[in-house]
């Protein structure tokens, strides 16, 4: 594969970054270096503009569960699995057997440009259709592949359409056996993964 996996240094314009986005991204042969990263904390409630004005809803991660992918990764759209785990005594929200399994999930690193926001997040969009909120409870996160810098839109739709575009390019490069192995990693059980 071509080398669209590593992340861009240079400054992109958004619109010359959009118009030649790739459908799957980092290499065939498996997740490499720094990935795979592991991430691990009680979700943390955002600003909730995601769910509204996006239709993504994120669950936020905790500052210190960012500090070693920060430490080695550039802001940026990343992909990979995550698994919310039901609290041991069960509450807040008791969620549904299919709702703890391990699914695909897209995460953005960074500010947030469009939004301008001054504090580092890491929000991670499971792809799943919940039907309750996770706050509260823990999220296993891991981080497999890069798919592109972070960009500052013109418009909300132009963002809507590239997070569109995201979730098609996760389910893509997740989908090759290299990468789908990690879903059925003994892993995902909340007391391996700390
Ligand atoms: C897959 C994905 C891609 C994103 N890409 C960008 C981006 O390129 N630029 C940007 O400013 N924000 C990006 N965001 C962040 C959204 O702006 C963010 O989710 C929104 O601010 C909602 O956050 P909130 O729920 O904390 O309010 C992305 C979010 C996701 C889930």
């Not at 979700?43 to 004005?53: I, L, N």
């Not at 296993?140 to 997070?163: C, F, H, N």
């Not at 575009?165 to 056996?177: H, M, Q």
Request: glycine residues 8%; contains cysteine.
């Amino acid at each position: 594969m071509a080398a669209e996996h590593h992340p861009h240094t240079e400054p992109l314009s958004t619109e010359q970054y959009r118009a030649s986005r790739p459908n799957i991204c980092g290499p065939d042969s498996g997740p490499e270096e720094p990935f795979p990263i592991v991430m691990y904390g009680l979700v943390q409630p955002g600003f909730g503009r995601g769910s509204k004005e996006l239709g993504c809803p994120t669950a936020n991660l905790p500052d210190d569960a960012i500090e070693l992918m920060a430490s080695k990764c550039q802001h940026g759209i990343y992909y990979g699995y995550a698994r919310v785990h039901q609290p041991p005594h069960g509450k807040p929200g008791d969620l549904e057997e299919t709702e703890i399994e391990v699914y695909p999930m897209v995460m953005s690193l960074g500010n947030n440009p469009y939004y301008n926001n001054e504090k580092m997040t890491a929000e991670v969009h499971v792809i799943h259709e919940f039907e309750h909120d996770f706050y509260g409870h823990e999220i296993s996160v891991l981080v497999l592949g890069y798919i592109r810098p972070e960009l500052d839109y013109t418009s909300r739709d132009a963002l809507k359409e590239d997070i569109a575009t995201d979730i098609r390019v996760t389910l893509n490069s997740v989908a090759r056996p290299t990468y789908n192995k990690y879903r059925e990693d003994a892993h995902w059980t909340r007391a391996q993964i700390r």
